[in-house]
Protein backbone atom coordinates (compact mmCIF):
# COMPACT_ATOMS: atom_id res chain seq x y z
CA UNK A 1 0.00 0.00 0.00
CA UNK A 2 1.22 3.98 0.46
CA UNK A 3 4.59 3.73 0.73
CA UNK A 4 4.91 7.58 1.63
CA UNK A 5 4.37 9.52 4.69
CA UNK A 6 3.09 13.01 4.12
CA UNK A 7 -0.05 13.30 2.04
CA UNK A 8 -2.29 16.40 0.77
CA UNK A 9 -5.83 15.47 1.28
CA UNK A 10 -8.83 17.02 -0.83
CA UNK A 11 -12.09 16.21 0.87
CA UNK A 12 -15.11 16.20 -1.92
CA UNK A 13 -18.53 15.63 -0.80
CA UNK A 14 -20.10 15.20 -4.15
CA UNK A 15 -19.57 12.13 -6.49
CA UNK A 16 -19.59 13.91 -9.95
CA UNK A 17 -17.52 17.02 -8.57
CA UNK A 18 -15.19 14.66 -7.71
CA UNK A 19 -14.70 12.41 -11.08
CA UNK A 20 -14.76 15.65 -12.62
CA UNK A 21 -11.90 16.97 -10.05
CA UNK A 22 -9.99 13.60 -10.63
CA UNK A 23 -9.58 14.59 -13.86
CA UNK A 24 -8.18 18.04 -13.59
CA UNK A 25 -5.99 16.27 -11.31
CA UNK A 26 -4.21 14.28 -13.45
CA UNK A 27 -4.36 16.41 -16.02
CA UNK A 28 -2.22 18.67 -14.11
CA UNK A 29 0.28 16.13 -13.99
CA UNK A 30 -0.22 15.58 -10.89
CA UNK A 31 -0.32 11.61 -9.32
CA UNK A 32 -2.55 10.28 -7.35
CA UNK A 33 -1.74 7.93 -4.97
CA UNK A 34 -5.69 6.39 -4.23
CA UNK A 35 -9.15 8.43 -3.64
CA UNK A 36 -11.35 6.83 -0.63
CA UNK A 37 -15.28 6.82 -0.85
CA UNK A 38 -18.02 5.61 1.49
CA UNK A 39 -19.57 4.32 -1.23
CA UNK A 40 -18.73 2.70 -4.79
CA UNK A 41 -18.55 5.86 -7.22
CA UNK A 42 -19.12 4.21 -10.71
CA UNK A 43 -16.98 5.43 -13.76
CA UNK A 44 -14.09 6.24 -11.07
CA UNK A 45 -11.84 3.60 -11.81
CA UNK A 46 -11.97 4.71 -15.84
CA UNK A 47 -10.97 7.93 -14.52
CA UNK A 48 -8.14 7.27 -11.77
CA UNK A 49 -7.09 4.73 -15.05
CA UNK A 50 -7.19 1.55 -12.93
CA UNK A 51 -7.61 -1.89 -15.12
CA UNK A 52 -10.42 -4.15 -14.43
CA UNK A 53 -10.66 -6.61 -11.95
CA UNK A 54 -8.88 -10.38 -12.69
CA UNK A 55 -11.16 -11.31 -10.15
CA UNK A 56 -13.99 -13.10 -12.05
CA UNK A 57 -10.78 -15.27 -14.18
CA UNK A 58 -9.90 -16.34 -10.28
CA UNK A 59 -13.85 -17.03 -9.82
CA UNK A 60 -14.10 -19.18 -12.77
CA UNK A 61 -10.63 -21.09 -11.97
CA UNK A 62 -12.17 -22.07 -8.70
CA UNK A 63 -15.13 -23.14 -10.00
CA UNK A 64 -13.45 -25.59 -12.36
CA UNK A 65 -11.76 -26.46 -9.80
CA UNK A 66 -15.23 -27.67 -7.71
CA UNK A 67 -16.29 -29.21 -10.74
CA UNK A 68 -13.35 -31.36 -11.29
CA UNK A 69 -13.38 -32.02 -7.56
CA UNK A 70 -17.34 -33.12 -7.60
CA UNK A 71 -17.38 -35.18 -10.41
CA UNK A 72 -13.75 -37.19 -9.14
CA UNK A 73 -15.55 -37.69 -5.73
CA UNK A 74 -18.74 -38.73 -6.86
CA UNK A 75 -17.32 -41.45 -9.63
CA UNK A 76 -14.69 -42.16 -7.12
CA UNK A 77 -17.46 -43.34 -4.75
CA UNK A 78 -20.04 -44.83 -6.37
CA UNK A 79 -18.43 -46.02 -9.81
CA UNK A 80 -15.15 -47.25 -8.75
CA UNK A 81 -15.08 -47.48 -5.00
CA UNK A 82 -17.97 -49.14 -4.37
CA UNK A 83 -20.16 -49.71 -7.75
CA UNK A 84 -23.91 -50.11 -6.58
CA UNK A 85 -27.11 -50.12 -8.63
CA UNK A 86 -29.41 -47.97 -6.81
CA UNK A 87 -33.25 -46.93 -9.01
CA UNK A 88 -32.12 -48.82 -11.40
CA UNK A 89 -29.41 -46.49 -12.44
CA UNK A 90 -25.97 -47.45 -14.24
CA UNK A 91 -22.61 -47.62 -12.79
CA UNK A 92 -22.06 -44.01 -14.12
CA UNK A 93 -25.05 -42.40 -13.15
CA UNK A 94 -23.83 -38.74 -14.61
CA UNK A 95 -27.44 -36.89 -14.77
CA UNK A 96 -27.94 -38.01 -11.04
CA UNK A 97 -24.31 -36.40 -10.33
CA UNK A 98 -25.56 -32.80 -11.93
CA UNK A 99 -26.81 -31.40 -8.70
CA UNK A 100 -23.83 -31.80 -6.70
CA UNK A 101 -21.81 -30.83 -9.02
CA UNK A 102 -22.94 -27.80 -9.77
CA UNK A 103 -23.38 -26.88 -6.18
CA UNK A 104 -19.74 -27.77 -5.19
CA UNK A 105 -18.58 -25.24 -8.40
CA UNK A 106 -20.67 -22.40 -7.11
CA UNK A 107 -19.30 -22.98 -3.53
CA UNK A 108 -15.99 -23.30 -4.45
CA UNK A 109 -15.86 -20.10 -6.68
CA UNK A 110 -17.38 -17.84 -4.06
CA UNK A 111 -15.49 -19.16 -1.38
CA UNK A 112 -12.20 -18.68 -3.90
CA UNK A 113 -13.39 -15.71 -5.05
CA UNK A 114 -14.02 -13.66 -1.98
CA UNK A 115 -11.03 -15.65 -0.34
CA UNK A 116 -8.78 -13.91 -3.42
CA UNK A 117 -10.82 -10.77 -3.32
CA UNK A 118 -9.87 -10.41 1.01
CA UNK A 119 -6.33 -11.60 0.11
CA UNK A 120 -5.96 -9.04 -2.77
CA UNK A 121 -7.31 -5.95 -0.89
CA UNK A 122 -5.25 -7.06 2.21
CA UNK A 123 -8.76 -7.16 4.24
CA UNK A 124 -8.40 -9.46 7.86
CA UNK A 125 -9.79 -9.25 11.09
CA UNK A 126 -6.98 -8.24 13.07
CA UNK A 127 -6.14 -5.32 10.07
CA UNK A 128 -5.49 -2.43 11.22
CA UNK A 129 -6.71 0.41 8.53
CA UNK A 130 -4.62 3.68 8.08
CA UNK A 131 -7.66 6.28 7.22
CA UNK A 132 -6.40 9.39 6.20
CA UNK A 133 -9.64 10.93 7.08
CA UNK A 134 -12.84 10.09 9.58
CA UNK A 135 -15.12 10.90 7.59
CA UNK A 136 -14.43 8.76 4.52
CA UNK A 137 -16.09 6.21 6.12
CA UNK A 138 -19.45 8.63 6.52
CA UNK A 139 -19.98 11.07 3.50
CA UNK A 140 -16.49 12.88 2.35
CA UNK A 141 -14.86 11.68 -1.06
CA UNK A 142 -10.64 12.13 -0.20
CA UNK A 143 -8.45 12.40 -2.91
CA UNK A 144 -5.16 11.49 -1.31
CA UNK A 145 -1.87 13.00 -3.31
CA UNK A 146 1.63 11.78 -2.20
CA UNK A 147 4.04 13.86 -1.85
CA UNK A 148 6.98 12.11 -1.96
CA UNK A 149 5.94 10.61 -5.40
CA UNK A 150 5.30 13.69 -6.96
CA UNK A 151 7.69 15.86 -8.87
CA UNK A 152 4.94 18.89 -8.58
CA UNK A 153 5.39 21.79 -5.79
CA UNK A 154 3.16 21.47 -3.01
CA UNK A 155 1.51 24.88 -3.27
CA UNK A 156 0.67 23.58 -6.77
CA UNK A 157 -0.55 20.22 -5.79
CA UNK A 158 -2.84 22.43 -3.59
CA UNK A 159 -3.86 24.97 -5.78
CA UNK A 160 -5.02 21.75 -8.37
CA UNK A 161 -7.08 20.13 -5.89
CA UNK A 162 -8.62 24.07 -4.53
CA UNK A 163 -9.69 24.96 -8.28
CA UNK A 164 -10.82 21.57 -9.10
CA UNK A 165 -13.65 21.71 -6.40
CA UNK A 166 -12.35 20.29 -3.36
CA UNK A 167 -13.99 21.42 -0.15
CA UNK A 168 -10.98 21.10 2.17
CA UNK A 169 -7.67 20.95 1.63
CA UNK A 170 -5.80 19.27 4.21
CA UNK A 171 -2.42 17.99 5.07
CA UNK A 172 -1.59 14.33 6.61
CA UNK A 173 1.52 12.57 8.14
CA UNK A 174 0.44 8.92 7.95
CA UNK A 175 2.01 7.31 11.16
CA UNK B 1 -22.83 7.93 -12.62
CA UNK B 2 -26.65 7.05 -12.31
CA UNK B 3 -29.60 8.25 -15.16
CA UNK B 4 -33.18 7.86 -13.38
CA UNK B 5 -36.21 8.79 -15.29
CA UNK B 6 -37.86 11.61 -14.10
CA UNK B 7 -41.58 9.32 -13.31
CA UNK B 8 -39.34 6.82 -11.42
CA UNK B 9 -40.54 7.37 -7.57
CA UNK B 10 -37.93 8.49 -5.14
CA UNK B 11 -36.15 5.42 -3.20
CA UNK B 12 -35.44 7.53 0.06
CA UNK B 13 -37.91 10.43 1.02
CA UNK B 14 -37.67 13.88 3.06
CA UNK B 15 -34.19 14.95 1.49
CA UNK B 16 -31.90 11.99 3.23
CA UNK B 17 -28.35 12.89 2.69
CA UNK B 18 -25.49 10.71 2.65
CA UNK B 19 -24.62 12.06 6.27
CA UNK B 20 -28.40 11.37 7.16
CA UNK B 21 -27.95 7.73 6.25
CA UNK B 22 -25.19 6.81 8.42
CA UNK B 23 -26.63 8.83 11.65
CA UNK B 24 -30.35 6.74 10.86
CA UNK B 25 -28.58 3.64 10.69
CA UNK B 26 -25.91 3.83 13.30
CA UNK B 27 -28.04 5.58 16.16
CA UNK B 28 -30.24 1.96 16.38
CA UNK B 29 -26.92 0.14 16.85
CA UNK B 30 -25.36 2.76 18.85
CA UNK B 31 -28.36 3.36 21.86
CA UNK B 32 -29.53 1.59 24.25
CA UNK B 33 -31.55 -1.61 23.74
CA UNK B 34 -35.25 -0.07 24.50
CA UNK B 35 -37.98 -1.79 26.42
CA UNK B 36 -39.79 -3.49 23.61
CA UNK B 37 -36.70 -4.86 22.11
CA UNK B 38 -35.96 -6.41 25.60
CA UNK B 39 -39.65 -7.35 25.70
CA UNK B 40 -39.23 -9.55 22.38
CA UNK B 41 -36.20 -11.31 23.17
CA UNK B 42 -37.82 -12.22 26.61
CA UNK B 43 -40.49 -13.65 24.23
CA UNK B 44 -38.02 -15.19 22.10
CA UNK B 45 -36.42 -17.45 24.93
CA UNK B 46 -39.83 -18.03 26.58
CA UNK B 47 -39.95 -19.39 23.05
CA UNK B 48 -36.48 -21.47 22.59
CA UNK B 49 -37.00 -22.33 26.06
CA UNK B 50 -40.49 -24.39 25.50
CA UNK B 51 -39.01 -25.66 22.33
CA UNK B 52 -36.37 -26.84 24.15
CA UNK B 53 -37.72 -28.76 26.32
CA UNK B 54 -39.70 -30.35 23.66
CA UNK B 55 -36.37 -31.16 21.57
CA UNK B 56 -35.15 -32.79 24.55
CA UNK B 57 -37.92 -35.15 24.91
CA UNK B 58 -37.14 -35.70 21.37
CA UNK B 59 -33.21 -36.44 21.56
CA UNK B 60 -33.95 -38.46 25.11
CA UNK B 61 -36.80 -40.34 23.51
CA UNK B 62 -36.85 -40.64 20.06
CA UNK B 63 -38.39 -40.05 16.79
CA UNK B 64 -41.29 -41.85 18.45
CA UNK B 65 -42.42 -38.56 20.19
CA UNK B 66 -43.42 -37.41 16.93
CA UNK B 67 -47.28 -37.80 16.03
CA UNK B 68 -46.03 -40.09 12.49
CA UNK B 69 -47.26 -43.54 12.31
CA UNK B 70 -45.59 -46.42 9.39
CA UNK B 71 -48.28 -44.34 6.89
CA UNK B 72 -47.36 -41.00 7.49
CA UNK B 73 -43.55 -41.34 7.79
CA UNK B 74 -43.28 -37.70 7.03
CA UNK B 75 -45.81 -34.63 8.15
CA UNK B 76 -44.81 -31.43 10.42
CA UNK B 77 -40.95 -31.79 10.49
CA UNK B 78 -40.76 -31.97 6.64
CA UNK B 79 -43.39 -29.73 5.91
CA UNK B 80 -41.18 -27.18 8.43
CA UNK B 81 -38.51 -27.70 6.62
CA UNK B 82 -39.54 -26.86 3.13
CA UNK B 83 -41.88 -23.75 4.51
CA UNK B 84 -38.55 -22.32 6.31
CA UNK B 85 -36.25 -23.13 2.84
CA UNK B 86 -39.08 -21.11 1.01
CA UNK B 87 -39.10 -18.41 3.13
CA UNK B 88 -34.88 -17.60 2.74
CA UNK B 89 -35.23 -17.62 -1.06
CA UNK B 90 -36.74 -13.94 -0.92
CA UNK B 91 -33.57 -12.63 0.77
CA UNK B 92 -30.98 -14.33 -2.23
CA UNK B 93 -33.99 -13.23 -4.88
CA UNK B 94 -34.18 -9.62 -3.28
CA UNK B 95 -29.86 -9.60 -3.67
CA UNK B 96 -28.59 -11.16 -6.47
CA UNK B 97 -31.59 -11.84 -9.07
CA UNK B 98 -32.92 -7.94 -8.81
CA UNK B 99 -29.00 -6.48 -8.54
CA UNK B 100 -28.76 -8.76 -11.43
CA UNK B 101 -31.49 -7.03 -13.25
CA UNK B 102 -30.31 -3.37 -11.42
CA UNK B 103 -33.41 -2.97 -9.19
CA UNK B 104 -32.57 -0.23 -7.10
CA UNK B 105 -35.06 -0.47 -4.77
CA UNK B 106 -33.41 -3.73 -3.69
CA UNK B 107 -30.71 -1.42 -1.61
CA UNK B 108 -32.66 -0.64 1.39
CA UNK B 109 -34.23 -4.18 2.13
CA UNK B 110 -31.26 -6.70 0.73
CA UNK B 111 -29.42 -6.44 3.99
CA UNK B 112 -32.83 -7.22 6.37
CA UNK B 113 -33.91 -10.35 3.60
CA UNK B 114 -30.72 -11.92 3.14
CA UNK B 115 -30.48 -11.60 6.99
CA UNK B 116 -33.73 -13.42 7.61
CA UNK B 117 -32.31 -15.75 4.40
CA UNK B 118 -29.54 -16.89 6.84
CA UNK B 119 -31.83 -17.41 9.95
CA UNK B 120 -34.39 -19.43 8.18
CA UNK B 121 -31.83 -21.73 6.51
CA UNK B 122 -30.70 -22.64 9.79
CA UNK B 123 -34.03 -23.30 11.28
CA UNK B 124 -35.10 -25.43 8.14
CA UNK B 125 -31.80 -27.47 8.16
CA UNK B 126 -32.78 -28.39 12.14
CA UNK B 127 -35.71 -30.58 10.66
CA UNK B 128 -33.92 -33.20 8.78
CA UNK B 129 -31.08 -33.01 11.35
CA UNK B 130 -33.60 -34.04 13.79
CA UNK B 131 -35.34 -36.46 12.01
CA UNK B 132 -31.93 -38.20 11.83
CA UNK B 133 -32.88 -39.24 15.29
CA UNK B 134 -29.46 -39.40 16.28
CA UNK B 135 -28.07 -36.40 14.54
CA UNK B 136 -24.53 -36.51 16.40
CA UNK B 137 -24.30 -39.45 13.92
CA UNK B 138 -25.43 -37.49 11.00
CA UNK B 139 -22.02 -36.75 9.71
CA UNK B 140 -21.54 -40.20 8.45
CA UNK B 141 -24.75 -40.22 7.06
CA UNK B 142 -25.03 -36.88 5.49
CA UNK B 143 -21.44 -36.58 4.26
CA UNK B 144 -19.36 -38.22 1.73
CA UNK B 145 -16.80 -39.41 4.85
CA UNK B 146 -14.53 -42.68 5.46
CA UNK B 147 -16.80 -44.39 8.29
CA UNK B 148 -16.62 -47.66 10.39
CA UNK B 149 -19.25 -49.34 8.30
CA UNK B 150 -16.29 -50.49 5.53
CA UNK B 151 -15.97 -47.75 2.37
CA UNK B 152 -20.11 -47.73 1.78
CA UNK B 153 -20.08 -44.30 0.92
CA UNK B 154 -23.40 -42.00 0.82
CA UNK B 155 -25.34 -42.10 -2.37
CA UNK B 156 -25.21 -39.59 -4.73
CA UNK B 157 -27.94 -41.16 -6.77
CA UNK B 158 -30.38 -39.38 -4.20
CA UNK B 159 -32.18 -36.15 -4.40
CA UNK B 160 -32.24 -36.49 -0.08
CA UNK B 161 -27.83 -36.31 -0.18
CA UNK B 162 -28.63 -33.88 -3.04
CA UNK B 163 -30.38 -31.29 -0.82
CA UNK B 164 -27.50 -31.79 1.95
CA UNK B 165 -25.10 -30.29 -0.48
CA UNK B 166 -27.59 -27.72 -1.92
CA UNK B 167 -28.69 -26.31 1.34
CA UNK B 168 -25.02 -26.33 2.55
CA UNK B 169 -23.98 -24.69 -0.34
CA UNK B 170 -26.99 -22.14 0.02
CA UNK B 171 -26.59 -21.58 3.26
CA UNK B 172 -22.66 -20.35 3.30
CA UNK B 173 -22.96 -18.79 0.08
CA UNK B 174 -25.49 -16.62 1.43
CA UNK B 175 -23.83 -16.20 4.38
CA UNK B 176 -20.83 -15.21 2.25
CA UNK B 177 -22.94 -12.43 0.10
CA UNK B 178 -24.02 -11.05 3.37
CA UNK B 179 -21.24 -10.59 5.36
CA UNK B 180 -19.49 -8.91 2.02
CA UNK B 181 -22.13 -5.92 2.33
CA UNK B 182 -21.79 -5.82 5.92
CA UNK B 183 -17.72 -5.36 5.78
CA UNK B 184 -18.34 -1.45 4.82
CA UNK B 185 -21.16 -1.17 6.69
CA UNK B 186 -19.19 -2.07 9.79
CA UNK B 187 -16.39 0.19 9.04
CA UNK B 188 -18.68 3.04 9.32
CA UNK B 189 -20.17 1.89 13.05
CA UNK B 190 -16.30 1.61 13.73
CA UNK B 191 -15.30 4.87 12.89
CA UNK B 192 -17.95 6.21 15.29
CA UNK B 193 -17.51 4.09 17.64
CA UNK B 194 -16.95 5.80 21.10
CA UNK B 195 -16.01 2.78 23.43
CA UNK B 196 -13.52 0.52 23.45
CA UNK B 197 -15.43 -2.50 23.16
CA UNK B 198 -17.47 -1.72 20.30
CA UNK B 199 -13.83 -0.13 18.50
CA UNK B 200 -12.76 -3.34 19.01
CA UNK B 201 -15.99 -5.84 17.89
CA UNK B 202 -16.64 -3.61 15.01
CA UNK B 203 -13.35 -2.97 14.26
CA UNK B 204 -12.09 -6.78 13.69
CA UNK B 205 -15.59 -7.10 11.96
CA UNK B 206 -15.01 -4.68 9.37
CA UNK B 207 -11.84 -6.50 8.20
CA UNK B 208 -9.83 -3.19 8.41
CA UNK B 209 -11.84 -0.99 5.64
CA UNK B 210 -10.62 1.80 4.28
CA UNK B 211 -12.79 2.83 1.27
CA UNK B 212 -10.27 2.77 -1.08
CA UNK B 213 -11.80 3.18 -4.77
CA UNK B 214 -9.37 0.01 -5.73
CA UNK B 215 -11.06 -2.28 -3.25
CA UNK B 216 -14.51 -0.81 -3.78
CA UNK B 217 -13.84 -1.22 -7.61
CA UNK B 218 -12.82 -5.24 -6.26
CA UNK B 219 -15.50 -5.41 -4.20
CA UNK B 220 -18.28 -4.30 -6.63
CA UNK B 221 -16.95 -6.84 -9.77
CA UNK B 222 -17.30 -9.60 -6.43
CA UNK B 223 -20.68 -9.18 -5.62
CA UNK B 224 -21.71 -9.22 -9.35
CA UNK B 225 -19.86 -12.36 -10.06
CA UNK B 226 -21.56 -13.40 -6.32
CA UNK B 227 -24.94 -12.55 -7.60
CA UNK B 228 -24.57 -14.22 -10.97
CA UNK B 229 -23.63 -17.53 -8.80
CA UNK B 230 -26.21 -16.68 -6.20
CA UNK B 231 -28.92 -16.75 -9.09
CA UNK B 232 -29.02 -19.98 -10.44
CA UNK B 233 -28.41 -21.06 -6.52
CA UNK B 234 -31.09 -19.90 -5.27
CA UNK B 235 -33.44 -21.81 -7.95
CA UNK B 236 -31.40 -25.21 -7.76
CA UNK B 237 -32.04 -25.23 -4.08
CA UNK B 238 -35.87 -25.18 -3.84
CA UNK B 239 -35.74 -27.27 -7.19
CA UNK B 240 -33.70 -29.77 -5.19
CA UNK B 241 -36.08 -29.89 -2.75
CA UNK B 242 -38.92 -30.52 -4.55
CA UNK B 243 -37.29 -33.31 -6.23
CA UNK B 244 -37.29 -35.38 -2.60
CA UNK B 245 -40.79 -35.57 -3.57
CA UNK B 246 -41.23 -35.47 -7.74
CA UNK B 247 -38.47 -38.47 -7.90
CA UNK B 248 -40.40 -40.63 -5.70
CA UNK B 249 -43.47 -42.73 -7.10
CA UNK B 250 -46.06 -41.54 -4.78
CA UNK B 251 -49.37 -40.42 -6.41
CA UNK B 252 -49.39 -36.71 -5.60
CA UNK B 253 -45.76 -36.33 -5.66
CA UNK B 254 -44.68 -37.87 -8.99
CA UNK B 255 -44.74 -34.82 -10.97
CA UNK B 256 -42.09 -33.00 -13.17
CA UNK B 257 -44.23 -29.40 -12.34
CA UNK B 258 -42.41 -29.30 -8.73
CA UNK B 259 -39.53 -27.39 -9.82
CA UNK B 260 -40.68 -24.47 -10.90
CA UNK B 261 -43.87 -24.43 -8.92
CA UNK B 262 -41.90 -24.99 -5.56
CA UNK B 263 -39.47 -22.50 -6.74
CA UNK B 264 -42.91 -19.42 -6.86
CA UNK B 265 -43.91 -20.78 -3.80
CA UNK B 266 -40.40 -20.08 -1.99
CA UNK B 267 -40.62 -16.96 -3.66
CA UNK B 268 -43.65 -16.09 -2.68
CA UNK B 269 -43.75 -17.01 1.04
CA UNK B 270 -40.07 -15.36 1.41
CA UNK B 271 -41.86 -12.10 0.38
CA UNK B 272 -44.48 -12.45 2.24
CA UNK B 273 -41.81 -13.05 5.20
CA UNK B 274 -39.60 -9.98 4.50
CA UNK B 275 -43.37 -7.79 4.67
CA UNK B 276 -44.07 -8.83 7.80
CA UNK B 277 -40.49 -8.57 9.34
CA UNK B 278 -39.80 -5.11 7.51
CA UNK B 279 -43.15 -3.23 8.37
CA UNK B 280 -42.55 -4.30 12.26
CA UNK B 281 -38.76 -3.24 11.80
CA UNK B 282 -39.34 0.06 9.94
CA UNK B 283 -42.10 0.87 12.29
CA UNK B 284 -40.45 0.55 15.65
CA UNK B 285 -36.44 1.95 13.61
CA UNK B 286 -38.72 4.48 12.11
CA UNK B 287 -36.94 3.87 8.92
CA UNK B 288 -39.87 5.21 6.87
CA UNK B 289 -38.04 7.15 4.73
CA UNK B 290 -35.56 4.25 3.42
CA UNK B 291 -38.41 1.66 3.28
CA UNK B 292 -41.13 3.28 1.53
CA UNK B 293 -45.14 2.90 0.08
CA UNK B 294 -43.47 2.36 -3.24
CA UNK B 295 -41.19 -0.56 -1.55
CA UNK B 296 -43.90 -2.05 -0.39
CA UNK B 297 -45.91 -2.16 -3.04
CA UNK B 298 -43.13 -3.47 -4.95
CA UNK B 299 -43.03 -6.50 -3.02
CA UNK B 300 -47.11 -7.09 -3.07
CA UNK B 301 -46.15 -7.09 -7.10
CA UNK B 302 -43.84 -9.53 -7.04
CA UNK B 303 -46.36 -11.75 -4.34
CA UNK B 304 -49.65 -11.07 -6.94
CA UNK B 305 -47.50 -12.66 -9.61
CA UNK B 306 -45.49 -15.20 -7.79
CA UNK B 307 -48.94 -16.21 -6.12
CA UNK B 308 -50.97 -16.14 -9.26
CA UNK B 309 -48.16 -18.88 -10.58
CA UNK B 310 -48.82 -20.91 -7.72
CA UNK B 311 -52.46 -21.07 -7.95
CA UNK B 312 -52.14 -21.99 -11.77
CA UNK B 313 -49.63 -24.96 -10.48
CA UNK B 314 -52.65 -26.06 -8.39
CA UNK B 315 -55.34 -25.96 -11.19
CA UNK B 316 -52.23 -27.53 -13.86
CA UNK B 317 -51.28 -30.22 -11.28
CA UNK B 318 -55.05 -31.28 -10.92
CA UNK B 319 -55.71 -31.41 -14.61
CA UNK B 320 -52.63 -33.34 -15.14
CA UNK B 321 -53.87 -36.33 -12.59
CA UNK B 322 -57.12 -36.28 -14.42
CA UNK B 323 -55.66 -36.17 -17.87
CA UNK B 324 -52.99 -38.61 -16.97
CA UNK B 325 -55.56 -41.57 -16.32
CA UNK B 326 -53.64 -42.96 -13.55
CA UNK B 327 -56.58 -43.80 -11.26
CA UNK B 328 -54.00 -43.74 -7.81
CA UNK B 329 -53.00 -39.92 -9.26
CA UNK B 330 -56.66 -38.93 -9.54
CA UNK B 331 -57.78 -40.39 -6.68
CA UNK B 332 -54.75 -38.58 -4.81
CA UNK B 333 -55.83 -35.28 -5.71
CA UNK B 334 -59.29 -35.94 -5.61
CA UNK B 335 -58.84 -36.73 -1.76
CA UNK B 336 -56.78 -34.04 -1.42
CA UNK B 337 -60.18 -31.96 -2.10
CA UNK B 338 -62.46 -33.28 -0.58
CA UNK B 339 -61.02 -36.03 2.03
CA UNK B 340 -60.27 -35.99 5.60
CA UNK B 341 -58.27 -33.20 4.60
CA UNK B 342 -60.16 -30.98 2.82
CA UNK B 343 -60.05 -28.06 5.42
CA UNK B 344 -55.75 -28.24 5.40
CA UNK B 345 -56.79 -28.02 1.11
CA UNK B 346 -59.18 -25.15 1.48
CA UNK B 347 -56.91 -23.34 3.29
CA UNK B 348 -54.44 -23.28 1.40
CA UNK B 349 -56.80 -22.60 -1.83
CA UNK B 350 -57.84 -19.30 0.24
CA UNK B 351 -54.51 -18.31 1.63
CA UNK B 352 -52.46 -18.65 -1.50
CA UNK B 353 -54.55 -18.13 -4.45
CA UNK B 354 -57.73 -16.20 -3.52
CA UNK B 355 -56.47 -13.37 -1.14
CA UNK B 356 -53.21 -12.18 -2.80
CA UNK B 357 -55.55 -11.36 -5.35
CA UNK B 358 -56.84 -8.51 -3.48
CA UNK B 359 -53.25 -6.92 -3.99
CA UNK B 360 -54.67 -6.22 -7.58
CA UNK B 361 -56.39 -3.04 -5.87
CA UNK B 362 -53.84 -0.23 -4.86
CA UNK B 363 -55.99 1.04 -2.17
CA UNK B 364 -54.84 -2.56 -0.75
CA UNK B 365 -51.41 -3.23 -2.19
CA UNK B 366 -50.39 0.60 -0.57
CA UNK B 367 -51.90 0.12 3.07
CA UNK B 368 -49.52 -0.82 5.83
CA UNK B 369 -52.40 -2.62 7.69
CA UNK B 370 -53.43 -4.81 5.06
CA UNK B 371 -50.35 -5.63 3.69
CA UNK B 372 -48.76 -6.78 6.92
CA UNK B 373 -52.26 -9.30 7.66
CA UNK B 374 -51.90 -10.34 4.07
CA UNK B 375 -48.70 -10.90 4.52
CA UNK B 376 -49.05 -13.53 7.56
CA UNK B 377 -52.02 -15.18 5.72
CA UNK B 378 -49.96 -16.10 3.09
CA UNK B 379 -47.44 -17.93 5.28
CA UNK B 380 -50.10 -19.59 6.99
CA UNK B 381 -51.28 -20.66 3.35
CA UNK B 382 -48.07 -21.72 2.38
CA UNK B 383 -47.68 -23.99 5.88
CA UNK B 384 -50.47 -25.73 4.35
CA UNK B 385 -49.64 -26.10 1.18
CA UNK B 386 -46.54 -28.51 2.33
CA UNK B 387 -49.08 -30.12 4.74
CA UNK B 388 -51.40 -30.62 1.95
CA UNK B 389 -48.67 -32.30 -0.17
CA UNK B 390 -46.81 -34.39 1.87
CA UNK B 391 -49.65 -35.32 4.44
CA UNK B 392 -52.86 -36.13 1.86
CA UNK B 393 -50.39 -38.01 -0.80
CA UNK B 394 -49.05 -40.41 2.04
CA UNK B 395 -52.09 -40.47 4.59
CA UNK B 396 -53.71 -42.91 2.05
CA UNK B 397 -51.82 -45.34 1.23
CA UNK B 398 -51.96 -48.18 -1.74
CA UNK B 399 -53.35 -50.94 0.84
CA UNK B 400 -56.67 -49.29 2.65
CA UNK B 401 -55.68 -51.54 5.77
CA UNK B 402 -52.65 -49.41 6.28
CA UNK B 403 -54.90 -46.15 5.73
CA UNK B 404 -54.28 -43.70 8.41
CA UNK B 405 -54.30 -40.15 9.72
CA UNK B 406 -52.09 -37.48 11.58
CA UNK B 407 -52.14 -35.91 14.46
CA UNK B 408 -49.42 -33.82 15.64
CA UNK B 409 -48.10 -34.36 19.00
CA UNK B 410 -46.96 -31.79 21.85
CA UNK B 411 -43.22 -32.79 20.74
CA UNK B 412 -44.27 -32.09 17.06
CA UNK B 413 -45.48 -28.20 17.86
CA UNK B 414 -42.74 -27.64 20.44
CA UNK B 415 -39.92 -28.30 18.03
CA UNK B 416 -41.46 -25.91 15.64
CA UNK B 417 -41.66 -23.37 18.08
CA UNK B 418 -38.01 -23.54 18.82
CA UNK B 419 -37.45 -23.24 15.17
CA UNK B 420 -39.60 -20.00 15.48
CA UNK B 421 -38.18 -18.96 18.84
CA UNK B 422 -34.58 -18.86 17.29
CA UNK B 423 -35.44 -17.27 14.03
CA UNK B 424 -36.78 -14.52 16.15
CA UNK B 425 -34.04 -14.52 19.02
CA UNK B 426 -31.32 -14.13 16.08
CA UNK B 427 -33.01 -11.27 13.74
CA UNK B 428 -33.43 -9.45 17.13
CA UNK B 429 -29.93 -9.51 17.95
CA UNK B 430 -29.32 -8.32 13.88
CA UNK B 431 -31.78 -5.80 14.29
CA UNK B 432 -29.78 -4.57 17.05
CA UNK B 433 -26.06 -5.05 16.75
CA UNK B 434 -26.13 -5.12 12.81
CA UNK B 435 -26.72 -1.99 10.35
CA UNK B 436 -29.89 -3.53 8.78
CA UNK B 437 -29.76 -0.89 5.87
CA UNK B 438 -27.13 -1.40 3.70
CA UNK B 439 -26.06 2.23 4.31
CA UNK B 440 -23.11 1.52 1.25
CA UNK B 441 -25.28 1.27 -1.32
CA UNK B 442 -28.57 3.48 -0.29
CA UNK B 443 -26.06 6.24 -0.28
CA UNK B 444 -24.71 5.63 -3.46
CA UNK B 445 -28.24 6.24 -5.03
CA UNK B 446 -28.89 9.31 -2.44
CA UNK B 447 -28.12 11.58 -5.51
CA UNK B 448 -29.70 10.06 -8.18
CA UNK B 449 -33.17 8.54 -6.29
CA UNK B 450 -33.05 10.77 -3.31
CA UNK B 451 -36.60 12.98 -3.06
CA UNK B 452 -35.82 16.60 -3.00
CA UNK B 453 -37.33 18.50 -0.34
CA UNK B 454 -37.28 22.25 -1.60
CA UNK B 455 -34.99 22.79 -4.66
Redesign the interface.
Known sequence: MASGKNFVLGIY????VL?EAIKKIRGAGVKIQ????????????DV?G?K??R??IA?FLFGLTGTCLALT??IG??TV??PMI??G?DFL?LP??I??T???T??L???G??GT??V????????????LD?R????KHVVAVDLDANHVSEADIKKVLKESGAQEVNNKTRG | MHATAAVREALVTNGKTVHDVTVDICSRVEEKPSKLWLASIAFALGLLTVGAYALYLLLWNGIGMWGLNKTVGWAWDITNFVWWVGIGHAGTLISAILLLFRQKWRMSINRAAEAMTIFAVICAAMFPIFHMGRPWLGFYWALPLPNTFGSLWVNFSSPLLWDVFAISTYFSVSLVFWYLGLIPDFAVIRDRATNKVSKAVYGALSFGWDGAARTWSRYESVALILAGLATPLVLSVHTIVSMDFATSVIPGWHTTIFPPYFVAGAIFSGFAMVLTLLIVTRKVYKLEDYITINHIELMNIIIIITGSIVGIAYITEFFIAWYSGVPAEQYAFINRATGPYWWAYASMMTCNVISPQLFWFKKIRTNIASTFVLSIVVNIGMWFERFVIIVTSLHRDYLPSSWAMFYPTFVDVGVYLFSFGFFLFAFLLFAKFFPVINMAEVKSIIKSSSEKVSD
Open positions: DDEDLEVYSPFPVHGIDLYRSLPAMQMMDWVGKPAFPVFEMVLSAFMVFLASNLKPWGKPNLIITDD
